[in-house]
């Protein structure tokens, strides 16, 4: 019996790659005949993208199902026997942690995100250029630069800010308004398509090389080098502007090869889960332990992090019985605000009260927020989603 797809993904959002991705590959697996629905609870605002073919669902009756999860995800959160995990970046890289299971199938979207210990052996390059938007208007004369964080936060600036303008956080159309505008796009997070929208714009992007990684380390694939420097460098910006022509044309290619790929991934993903699946046992020894914990928690129970993260995960924990008493944030701007039928609250005013409380860390900031909590003498547990 063919198998039907749950793609396990985050609201659209134009800014990150990984949610564009994810929409993407569900439109394309229902554009190509199969079955494929994005995991939302019907009641929490899930954005897609008004042009794409992306239903949703929520069910428990997953036996008929291959879920397919971000790299990011830990563990099985809708306890489905059939599991893809798709390394949009490297295992581990935002979060620290990897936590996969037994008889799953990986697919990697670039060739620089494999990981040595969980082999994925087959790509999975799903590709979404905005061509009407990123275009070079021809204006003339171009001064000045601008720069993206994103993935590099954190990063120490290495080039002018002078008449420098960063982009994180602006619109796509503010975005290309600059890029054509500007002459120098300096992109401090080692793998954007914003370097390919900018190089479409007219703008020479950069990408600031890290410490110790090497430009063929960086991106192996010579073909998605082209119409970007590593580095700023007089021989990488000759490059970058020598090899543009070639990014234009490669970019109506991934768009082509999109489809090939995402035909391939059809095929082996239903092969391989025609054969294999989770057993019961695997899936009882793979549960994630801080449902049952909180389940019972005789404490009062905080979400911390009023985020996307815990967006996609309210349905999954509601059918889990895992409720919350509070959601609290760090950011001051959320206080007050309400969010999945809670008012979002300051920690400090909530973890200082007397009482028992169990977090649940529902941001990707574990580490940061784990050290945070230990503080409050009232948190006697804490567990996290990733």
Known sequence: ?????IVFAPSYDENVGGSISMHRLCHLLNTQGEEAYLWHDGKSKLIKNKDFITPDICTKQLDDFIVVYMDVVSGNPLDCPHVVRWFLNKPGFFTGNINYGEQELYFFFQEVFKHEQYIAKEKLYVAYFLTDLFKNEQRGSREGSCYMMRKGAGRKIQHNIDNSIML???????????????????????????????????????VVPQDGLSERDWQPEERLRYGVAYGDSVEQLFYAKKTRAHLIKLIDDLAVESESYVEQFIETSQTFFAENGKSKAQLDNEKLGYFEALKNSQNQVVFFGASEALRS??????????????????SVDKHGKQFLGKCISDPNVILNRDGHFDVLITTSYHKEIRVQLQQYQSVNNIYSLF
């Open 168 to 206: 994180d956080g602006k619109s796509h159309q503010e975005i290309a308004e600059i890029f054509n505008q500007k002459k120098y796009f300096y992109c401090y997070d080692l793998h954007s398509a914003y370097t390919y929208f900018s190089a479409l714009c007219g703008c020479i992007p950069i």
């Open 313 to 330: 995960m309210y349905a999954v924990l509601n059918m889990k019985n895992v409720h919350c008493d509070f959601i609290c944030d760090n």
């Open 1 to 5: 019996m063919r198998k039907k797809y």
